[in-house]
């Protein structure tokens, strides 16, 4: 038992890099705008995370799941290992960077050490999703942006109330956000682990299974609910001020748009709908939720004529994305030499 | 919670605007009454203004206190404690002017008396436009402008026949320079009041403007 969660604890290590990185994206621009407390961001933000992980999250671990299969625990580990401490450090920096795009290096790192091919198909379709996140993060921002002015000329509420009023919304807009994400990332914190899962299934009432991965799910999640307490205030504050000066009530556009995004991304149900009428679905892959808050942020900016973006925060965060996944796949390639050759433990099948 | 936080700012901002004005109202009848020379009613009118003006200040500082302690309205919260303090300073010069006619009680020439009850008319009716904006201002109804336009014509107004009071009074020979300055200094403090009410109106339109998605 102590050797699997050795082996799981980079995992929930990577967890909590995503909790104390990526929450900021959901409750970022509540918090920093002072509409929220952060202690109430984070009890609502754990709480949905880890039902998002254990309940929509096998989605989008599918599709990570046919990038690289790792069949060993120690595997796993070491891609695990390296994602977080690339995302880790990034996270120093106080910028928002990417943990879907550190997995995916760690896995190419595994399958370049492994000699396993690469399924360029797959890399197609997660680059790809990759792109189309933050354009679709922008565009349902702008919509989303324009329906709500207009409904605040066409209604006016006292500002008293108008600030009640976006303070729930805020508050269920990151309910929602926290549950994609739970729902959209689990696969990045925990989804390496599901091929070498340790766990067994187990029998509850009614004879519903709460199986392995979900068990698996479970912990990342928990994990990420600690990393959100613990460390996630700091990078709350950068959000939305570095890039662009957002009111409450586009505080609330952009969580509700880039949530949307990651749902879109990670839901089957929304998938086998849209596909059982004949309409194209989108594939679900871990997008980032900091690209889909980039994104939505910019679809703010230009719906308010483009002025006042500050490219220059932009650049930067776009240099972590690039930065990411390289690091994350040298470092992995690295580790998993020194997991096998030095301390002799077979990283795959 | 927040909800019946912002019920109990709605209360107490409307209380507010409420004595504001009935303080305008109690000006207009104080100095009718005091043009009219009826002093019993007029002593009244100074002690109901004092009170007033105390109430005023007690609904302000609960209202600031309310708004920090909620931290609510964040983004706006600077602009409405400026406005609070700046609708305080029109109830301060409103509360000021009585107690002045009050303790110094000057000889006012017949000739002047006529505008000068023009001038606390529309005092009144800019202090009522100036509330209307503020008003419209909280409830987000768009018609902020409106109001505010109201009060720039009354201020206007007021100037006007401040003006030609002061002409009057410096052109007459039949009183002494001291006379003159005190009565000068009369007209001055009534258009001071229209002058804190444009102040207002302006810090509102730059709130308007400010308070967009």
Known sequence: MSTILFFLSSGLFLGWSLGANDAANVFGTAVGSKMLRFRTAAIVCSIFIVIGAVFGGSGANHTLGKLGAIDTLPGAFTVALSAAISVFMMTRTSLPVSTSQAIVGGIIGWNLFSSNPTSLVIIRKIVLTWVICPVLSCLFSIIIFFIIKEILERTPINIYRRDSYTRAALLLAGAFGSFSLGANNIANVMGVFTTAAPFKDILLFNGYAFSSVQQLFLLGGIAISVGVFTYSKRVMETVGSRIFKLSPIAAFVVVLASSLVLFVFASSSLKSFLESINLPSLPLVPVSSSQAVVGAVIGIGLAKGGKNIRFGSLGKIGLGWIFTPVISAVLCYVLLFFMQNVFMTRVYG | ?213
Do not use: W
């Open chain 2, 1 to 213: 919670m927040v909800f019946r936080k912002a019920k109990l700012l709605e209360k107490d901002t409307a209380r507010l605007e409420d004595k504001i004005i009935e303080l305008g109202l109690v000006f207009k009848k104080a100095l009718d009454l005091f043009f009219g020379q009826g002093n019993d009613g007029f002593r009244s009118c100074v002690v109901r203004s004092d009170s007033l003006e105390s109430e005023i200040d007690r609904i302000r500082k609960e209202i600031e206190h309310s708004l920090y302690a909620g931290m609510l309205i964040p983004e706006s919260r600077g602009d409405l404690l400026g406005l609070l303090e700046a609708l305080d300073d029109v109830a301060d010069a409103i509360a000021e002017l009585i107690l002045k006619f009050d303790i110094e009680e000057p000889g006012l020439p017949d000739e002047l008396i006529p505008r000068l009850r023009k001038m606390c008319v529309f005092t009144t009716d800019c202090i009522e436009e100036m509330i209307k904006a503020f008003r419209s201002y909280i409830s987000s109804d768009g018609q902020t402008s409106v109001f505010i336009n109201k009060v720039k014509f009354f201020e206007n107004e007021i100037d006007s026949l401040e003006t030609s009071l002061k002409r009057e009074i410096f052109s007459a020979d039949k009183h002494d320079l001291a006379e003159k300055l005190q009565l000068q200094g009369f007209v001055e403090k009534t258009a001071d009041i229209s002058d804190y009410a444009e102040h207002v109106c302006e810090r509102l339109a730059i709130s308007v403007i400010k308070r967009s998605i």
